[in-house]
């Protein structure tokens, strides 16, 4: 308890850090406009979609825990072939 107490204390601290020195409004400037922090430069707007496409891409694909290979359509073959191997039941109807 006194762990997950220390965490959300930690977390919170830095929070407060991040909203008050500016941080996340730099972050939010770039992701939204391109501005870059600190400069008065702005990258064009077609290189932040290719950027914010491929970091998206990358999540997707990349670090997301499932597998693509196994669709939902491999499934029911699955399933008919389990059937068949299933011994059949001498009462299915009284």
């Not at 977390?11 to 406009?33: E, Q, W, Y």
């Not at 997707?60 to 597998?67: A, E, G, S, V």
């Amino acid at each position: 308890m006194k762990k997950a107490a220390f965490i959300a204390i930690l977390v919170v601290a830095c929070l407060a850090v991040f909203l008050k020195s500016g941080i996340l409004d730099s972050l939010m400037l770039f992701i939204l406009a391109g501005v870059i922090p600190g400069t008065s430069y702005a990258i064009p707007s077609t290189f932040m979609l290719l950027l914010i496409t491929c970091v998206m891409w990358l999540l997707i694909f990349n670090l997301l825990p499932f597998d693509l290979s196994r669709s939902e359509v491999s499934k029911p073959k699955k399933k008919a072939a389990a059937k068949k191997t299933l011994p059949k039941q001498r009462y299915k109807q009284v």
